[in-house]
């Protein structure tokens, strides 16, 4: 039984790198949901995909971050030019539709140098 | 604006009950979810509600109050693996929105 899966599960990177975080979702979910989490905060949303249509972006915190999903399944998000206040936990989450309970990946915990 | 309030520490001892309680001031509303999280790993889905009233799933059941803006969490019969954090969320009245987390409640249960 698949659950939501992301890769890497750690990420230590340099300042000013790209970085690419994937998410596999769970199997015939239509809506994928990034999210970060940084120490002591919340789950702060960053972007929405629904099946095909244009997603919702309006969490995105700058133009530096980035994110597609091909073929209605896999997602990637995109860091460029990585700053150390990116440092954070990303987290996916898919759900079978809209109004669905989302279920959420391990994460992959960023750490900019 | 957006606010969602929740206690950030709460502690207990096994076998007792406690109530996690959650408000929530937003842009519309259309449910709320009780999502737990232990630490360094994902958040797992407990509790949906969107009418008023009371949802019991086994030890856990969560209330919601639309009219207050509130909604708690509460555990029974604690056992120490539910030393966790405790995370609600609210999602906005369009459709499709993601949902709006707050900070989290750690809970921390002794024996």
């Known amino acids: 039984g698949a659950g939501v899966s992301q890769s890497p599960s750690n990420k230590v990177t340099e300042k000013g790198k790209d970085v690419e975080l994937r998410c596999d979702p769970i199997s015939g979910h239509t809506a994928l949901y990034w999210y970060r989490q940084s120490l002591g905060q919340g789950l702060e949303f960053l972007i929405y995909f629904q099946g095909n249509s244009a997603p919702d972006k309006s969490g995105l915190p700058s133009d530096r971050f980035s994110a597609e999903r091909t073929g209605g399944s896999v997602s990637t998000l995109t860091i460029q030019r990585t700053q150390q206040e990116d440092s954070a936990v990303y987290l996916c989450a898919s759900s079978l539709d809209f109004d669905q309970p989302q279920h959420f990946g391990d994460g992959t915990r960023l750490s900019i140098l | 604006g957006q606010n969602i309030d929740q206690p950030t520490e709460m502690t207990a001892t096994e076998g007792a009950i406690v109530q996690i309680n959650c408000t929530y001031q937003t842009s519309g509303f259309n449910g709320l979810f009780w999502y737990q999280q232990h630490a360094g790993e994902a958040p797992t889905f407990l509790s949906y509600?969107?009418?008023?009233g009371l949802e019991e799933k086994g030890r856990f059941s969560s209330f919601l109050s639309r009219s207050k803006g509130y909604s708690y969490l509460l555990l029974k019969e604690l056992q120490m693996k539910d030393s966790a954090s405790y995370l609600c969320a609210v999602r906005e009245e369009q459709a499709g929105t993601a949902l709006i987390f707050g900070k989290g409640t750690t809970l921390s249960v002794s024996s």
């Open positions: 509600n969107v009418l008023d």
